[in-house]
Each structure stands twice: as structure tokens, then as C-alpha cells.
């Protein structure tokens, strides 16, 4: 079987030709709503955000607390840090330890000089009493001598060898005697008074300004292990380990659980006389979690329509509004510096009214 390309066979196209009814093609309403909605979008969503604009007005803000600086007591350098930040902290609890170089060497040697300055008060002999010793020596041997004596004339006027007079003058001697030793040792006792009165006023007040330096450096040495002055959270650390501070320095901010409130911060440009002291508003949180609310304080600008200048000068020019919380807070939430947005409902809505 073979096939023949020069065999050309007539087709009669008019046999074939088909007819076709004059029927037209038209878009459905809903495509020609859908193409003006997409063209139109851009615009609607411009005129709703402006619509949005004028009756809410929102203000980035934060969580926030009675924050507590915490500052170096003296120069030194941080030994320890003993916390962490974002930590819960107690009242009392040690949170870093200083080591002051000068006032460890200061506080040696001052108490070197107190010793010394004892040891000489204690060691200096009152130079009277040598004087008075061998006085009193020689007093208690002629007193012996006398002693003897006396018995010496007892005996022999037992025996009529002696008279009267000379046993009782025998016994005069004796007792002057004793009184001149008595004499001595009040006279040692005056002496060493008076000896103990000059050592004080020579030694005593350098050595009770010593002792108080002492106590006031050892004190300082106690605040070197700085505690918490409240409870709260660690907010900041702004030192490292080893690190030398200076006295008044910064060390931390301690974020306290008290006075809870939101600092916020709205636009210059969204100020006017619908936000005021008292005025509700929504504090939306993370997860959206709303929460009620109230401007507590806001500048006296707000209500003078720019007339003052009490405006928070940051570096976008806002003004602070203070809320603080109708509602209760959720206890995961209550992290000091946790951002946050005010909603001011209503805004603008009373003049578009009127």
C-alpha cells in the first residue's frame, strides 16, 4: 500500500462550512463589583485609616514601677554580683559585694596605731612611784627594827628593867611609822591618779578618735555588701565583675512591686482637649488582652491646648500620659518595661458630632 502526495483531492469547503449563531459573551455583576472593589482598595483603606485616625488614637507605652537607683557606696571594685537581671529579689537580700583596696589598707593601718598607741599607754610607768617605793622600803625595814623594839622593851619591863616611858615610846615609834607608810601608799595612789588623768589627756582622745574612725570605716566596709532596699525585680545591671566603680556610681535600677501604672507616650500632633485627667481608656497588652483604664495624670499642656510648655521633650517630641489600671493585671504580665498600647476611644468623635 503506498500513498500518493501528488494525488490532490478537492475538498468542497462549502459542504463543511459551519454556521454560527450570533450569540454575545458578558462578565457577571459580581466580577464587575470585585474588579472596582480592587481598584478601589487602596483608596478605601487610605479613607478608613484616616476615619480610624480621627475617632482612636493610640500611644505606644510600657509597663512600669517605682524604680529604685542603687549606687556605689565607695571607689572599689565589684567583687560579686550576686543577681541577675529580670531576678525577684527580697528586702535585705545581698545583691553584689565591692572590695575597697584603700579602705582595706586605711583600715589596717589605723588599727596597727590604735595597738601601738595602747601598748604605749598601758607600758608608761608613773615615774613617782620609784621614788615612793624606796621610801616604803625603808619605812616597812625601820618599822621591823621598831617592831623588835617594842617586844625588846615589853620584855624588859616585865623583868622592872625598863620603865613605863620608854615601852610607851616604843610604841609611838610603831605607830608613826605605820601611818608614815599609810601616808606613802595614798600618796602612791594620788600619784598613780594623777599619772592615769595625764596619760588620758595625752593618749585618750587620739585613741577614742581612732577607735570611732574605726568604727564609721568598718561601717563603710559593711556597706560594701550592698542589699536590696526593697522587694522587687532586677530591672537593670549596668556593672560587670571586677570592674572598677566609683563612689556615687550606678550599679542597678531595682524595678519595686509598687505603684503600678503606664508610661505612654502620644504624639504631639494627636493632643487636644478630648484627652483628659480621668478619660478612659484600653491598655492592650500581648496575646490581645485588653485592659480598662484611666489618664491619672497627664501635662498641663494637654489641657490648654499648647499654651505651656510643660511638654516631655524626647527625641520625637511626645507627651507623656500616665494611666493607671482599672482592671486587674495578669500577674505574667506584671514585668516592669513590658511594652504596651493605649487605645483612646472616642477621640475626635464628640467634634464630628457637633
Known amino acids: 500500500m503506498g500513498f500518493d502526495f501528488n494525488n490532490k483531492r478537492r475538498v468542497n ?22 474588579l472596582v ?52 529579689i527580697k528586702l535585705g537580700q545581698c545583691l553584689i559585694k565591692i572590695d575597697s583596696p584603700v579602705l ?48 625588846i622593851m615589853e620584855d624588859l619591863k616585865r623583868k622592872k628593867l625598863a620603865t613605863i616611858t620608854d615601852q610607851q615610846k616604843a610604841r609611838t615609834d610603831f605607830k608613826n611609822l605605820e601611818l608614815e607608810i599609810k601616808d606613802i601608799d595614798r600618796a602612791v595612789a594620788r600619784s598613780n591618779l594623777y599619772h592615769k588623768f595625764k596619760l588620758e589627756e595625752q593618749y585618750g582622745d587620739i585613741i577614742r578618735k581612732l577607735k570611732t574612725t574605726i568604727i564609721k570605716m568598718e561601717a563603710s566596709m559593711e556597706l560594701l555588701k550592698i542589699v536590696s532596699p526593697d522587694n522587687g525585680n532586677i530591672a537593670k545591671i549596668f556593672t560587670n565583675i571586677w570592674e572598677y566603680v ?24 494627636d493632643m487636644s482637649s478630648d484627652i483628659y485627667q480621668g478619660k478612659k481608656v484600653t491598655v492592650m497588652l500581648p496575646d490581645d488582652i485588653k485592659i480598662e ?3 491619672a495624670q497627664i501635662p498641663s499642656l494637654a489641657e490648654h491646648q499648647n499654651k505651656h510648655i510643660n511638654i516631655i521633650k ?11 489600671m482599672i482592671g486587674q493585671l495578669p500577674a505574667k504580665y506584671q514585668i516592669d518595661g513590658l511594652p504596651v498600647k493605649v487605645v483612646i476611644e472616642g477621640y475626635g468623635l464628640d467634634r464630628l458630632i457637633d
Open 13 to 34: 469547503t462549502e459542504d463543511r462550512t459551519i454556521e454560527y449563531s450570533p450569540a454575545k459573551r458578558h462578565l457577571a455583576k459580581w466580577q464587575w463589583y470585585l
Open 37 to 88: 472593589l480592587v481598584i478601589l482598595s487602596p483608596l478605601i483603606y487610605f479613607l478608613s485609616a484616616l476615619l480610624i485616625d480621627s475617632l482612636v488614637v493610640t500611644a505606644s507605652g510600657y509597663i512600669s514601677y517605682d524604680n529604685i537607683a542603687v549606687r556605689a557606696p565607695e571607689n572599689g571594685y565589684i567583687k560579686n554580683i550576686l543577681i541577675k537581671e529580670g531576678q525577684q
Open 104 to 151: 582595706n589598707k586605711e583600715l589596717i593601718h589605723l588599727k596597727k596605731e590604735l595597738d601601738q598607741l595602747k601598748k604605749i599607754q598601758s607600758n608608761t610607768e608613773n615615774p613617782e612611784i620609784e621614788h615612793f617605793i624606796v621610801m616604803k622600803k625603808n619605812l616597812e625595814k625601820h618599822l621591823k627594827t621598831t617592831t623588835e623594839y617594842v617586844k
Open 246 to 269: 566609683s563612689k556615687g556610681q550606678d550599679l542597678m535600677d531595682i524595678a519595686t512591686h509598687k505603684n503600678l501604672r503606664v508610661l505612654a507616650y502620644l504624639d504631639h500632633k
Open 293 to 295: 483604664g484611666e489618664i
Open 314 to 324: 524626647t527625641a520625637k517630641n511626645k507627651i507623656l500620659l500616665i494611666v493607671s
